[in-house]
């Protein structure tokens, strides 16, 4: 087992579903059958192969289908109950970039506050951005930068 990103949670690896939904709620099923918390990767989208909204939705309520943020726009979060117990499941875009921001933004602090952890958000600071960095309105974007100090500062300058 390892540690799931500094966030306390035992990791079980389920493997990996072919792109069918028989394959995937298998897969999906057997992880609500014992976990707290199932988190997926890929298959979140609109394509013809994506079947996590249609499995979410055969085992439990789903609560959240697409967040306004870039990267990770596809996004989906449902919760299940099984034998009295209730199960989170997390659906994150297959981007690996976009997996790194939504499992930061939703999956570690869910993790957390499970646990009863007083912070469950990394620390923020503020930068000054170096270069020019346009986005349409009404998402939030997370922009990969280089830092470097700066006087009493950081910059940030986008990659």
């Known amino acids: 087992m390892q540690a799931g990103f ?26 609500v059958a014992w976990a707290d918390v199932v988190v997926l ?4 989208s609109v394509g013809a192969h994506d079947h996590v909204k249609a499995a979410f939705s055969d085992v439990g309520t ?11 726009r596809p996004f989906a979060f449902a919760r299940a109950s099984v034998g009295g117990r209730s199960v989170r499941l997390f659906g994150l875009p297959g ?6 921001v939504t499992f930061e933004l939703f ?14 958000h990394r620390p923020r600071i503020e930068v000054v951005l170096t270069d020019r960095y346009d986005k349409r309105p009404g998402r939030v974007h997370y922009v990969r930068a280089s830092l470097r100090q700066q006087g009493g500062g950081l910059e940030a300058t986008p990659l």
Request: hydrophobic fraction near 50%; proline fraction near 7%; aromatic fraction near 4%.
């Open 6 to 31: 500094d966030a306390g949670a035992e990791v079980r690896r389920l493997g990996v579903a072919r792109d069918t939904l028989p394959d995937l709620l298998a897969l999906v099923r057997e992880g």
């Open 41 to 44: 990767s890929g298959g979140v």
């Open 62 to 72: 789903l609560d959240v289908w697409r967040v306004a943020i870039k990267p990770g």
């Open 95 to 100: 981007n690996p970039v976009s997996v790194f």
């Open 107 to 120: 999956v570690r602090p869910a993790l957390l506050a499970m646990q009863g952890a007083a912070r469950i």
